[in-house]
């Protein structure tokens, strides 16, 4: 598939590993929506990105509002594209706590509406608008590329809420790719590792440091670009389809 001509949604587009992608895509002559809740990190993004994006306030798990984001990329040309890079961290909350008391339900349901409901909404409605195109000489309609997280199969402790979110995501994607299979709609799934994103950035630098010695080679935290050369390649490649890829440089998280 060639992403040229082509719009795509990106979600959680205004920062990080979204905000990359974005960049990637406009540099192959796509159009891009950024989909994300910040209005400030938006306008940014778009200023930042050029005339080859627009940007559309979304909530991931708000169907209205994702349909409208749709709205807006399917002005800008045929939407064959989606990248969901939108979600949330987890509270570090143990399944005991340190005190006797049961593990909170409320943060573990939020954390799973966001990361995993979130998801599925994203993928439902992008696939219905991408189902509706015309297929391609390749024979592509479109391709979908969902975000997990390493914590998927190394989940580490305090970090139930988050692993069994981002867990869903991975368990999703064989599924949705062989539900679509039919509608030529390809869907891959990143489970990124470290990444030097905004949320780690908060971080002191020792910590940070001590991060990026854990991986194994490269030496250093992941950058967004390496998330958003692989969100491209997933997209462009037509023989890539129902596939989680770890993006880790090898690490294995450890308990703690």
């Known amino acids: 598939m060639q992403i040229a001509a082509s719009s795509a949604l990106v979600t959680g587009g205004a920062s990080g590993l979204g905000l990359a992608t974005a960049r990637r895509i406009i540099d192959r002559g796509g159009r891009v929506v950024i989909a994300d809740i910040s209005d400030e990190l938006g306008s940014k993004a778009v200023a930042d990105l050029g005339g080859g994006a627009r940007f559309a306030r979304a909530d ?5 509002a994702v349909e409208a984001a749709l709205d807006v990329a399917q002005e800008q040309g045929p939407l064959r594209f989606v990248v969901h890079c939108a979600g949330r961290g987890g509270d570090r909350s143990r399944v005991v706590a340190g005190d006797g ?21 994203v993928l439902r409605l992008g696939a219905a608008r991408i189902a509706a195109l015309d297929t391609l000489d390749d024979g592509d309609r479109g391709a979908i590329v969902l975000t997990a997280s390493v914590a998927a199969f190394d989940g580490q402790i305090g970090q139930s809420s988050y692993s069994a979110s981002k867990a869903g995501v991975h368990g999703m994607t064989l599924v949705a790719a062989r539900d679509l299979a039919g509608r030529k709609i390809r869907v891959n799934t990143i489970a990124p590792g470290v990444m030097d994103t905004p949320m780690l950035g908060r971080l002191r630098s020792d910590i940070r440091d001590r991060l990026a010695a854990s991986v194994p080679h490269p030496h250093r935290l992941g950058a967004p670009d390496d998330f958003a050369r692989l969100a491209v390649e997933m997209l462009e490649n037509p023989y890539l389809n129902g596939q989680t890829i770890r993006l880790d440089g090898a690490i294995r998280m450890p308990p703690r």
């Open 60 to 64: 991931i798990t708000d169907e209205a």
């Open 101 to 121: 008391t049961p593990g909170g339900l409320a943060t573990f349901t939020e954390v799973v509406r966001i990361n995993l409901i979130g998801t599925y909404n």
